[in-house]
Antibody
Framework: EVQLVESGGGLVQPGRSLRLSCTTS????????MSWVRQAPGKGLEWVSF??????????EYAASVKGRFTISRDDSKGIAYLQMNSLETEDTAVYYC???????????????WGQGTLVIVSS | DIQMTQSPSSLSASVGDRVTITCQAS??????LNWYQQKPGKAPKLLIY???NLEAGVPSRFSGSGSGTDFTFTISSLQPEDIATYYC?????????FGQGTKLEIK
């Protein structure tokens, strides 16, 4: 069974940092890209960041709203994806979901499995 | 960025009704569209991928169709447990983008 478990959320002051972790099991982590998606309270879904697999360069992409502040990374030996969030703003308050993504949309769909989410509240 | 326009934003229907939600992309996304179901306090659940493929374990009353820019999601016979918010999402190109959601209620 595919499982993704997020951790690291909490209450943080504006301008501070937080690192989210996504611990996975039930699939070969190194074969999949990973994404983070967030949902502000009472709002819709917003894609945040994506990291490719090593064969595709292991490179990352970001939403314009977080580019330069957030950094996604992965540890294939541990099956964990991370989201380092710096210079947090009140608008970053949301539930953050870790999602299994595809290395190739021709072969597999994107965002086919989601974690339960972790809540980040940015407030003074 | 590709804009996804989903309608309606809310929908009230009776048990047993056929329910249809539409999603329009601002440019051709081929078949690269997902449909999700989200219940309150829960993560989204993938129902349909590649516009028309049913995810394993999803009841057959759910279906999807379309390609290019126009897509449709259908529940053939609404059940009480289908009460949720439904989202479309394109993955033809980054940034992935979502429709604004359709909140489905029982009449």
């Amino acid at each position: 069974e595919v499982q993704l478990v997020e951790s690291g959320g909490g209450l943080v002051q504006p301008g501070r940092s937080l690192r989210l972790s996504c611990t996975t099991s039930g699939f070969t982590f190194r074969d999949y890209a990973m994404s983070w998606v967030r949902q502000a309270p009472g709002k819709g879904l917003e894609w945040v960041s994506f990291i490719r697999t090593k064969p595709y360069g292991g490179t990352a992409e970001y939403a314009a709203s977080v580019k330069g502040r957030f950094t996604i990374s992965r540890d294939d030996s541990k099956g964990i994806a991370y989201l380092q969030m710096n210079s947090l703003e009140t608008e970053d308050t949301a539930v953050y979901y870790c999602c299994r993504d595809t290395p190739n949309i021709v072969v597999l769909p994107a965002l086919d499995s989601w974690g339960q989410g972790t809540l980040v509240i940015v407030s003074s | 960025d590709i804009q996804m326009t989903q309608s309606p934003s809310s929908l009230s229907a009776s048990v047993g009704d056929r329910v249809t939600i539409t999603c329009q992309a601002s440019q051709d996304i081929s078949k690269y569209l997902n449909w999700y179901q989200q219940k309150p306090g829960k993560a989204p659940k993938l129902l349909i991928y590649d516009a028309s493929n049913l995810e394993a374990g999803v009841p057959s009353r759910f279906s999807g169709s379309g390609s290019g820019t126009d897509f449709t999601f259908t529940i053939s016979s609404l059940q009480p447990e289908d009460i949720a918010t439904y989202y479309c999402q394109q993955y033809d190109d980054l940034p992935y983008t979502f429709g604004q959601g359709t909140k489905l209620e029982i009449k």
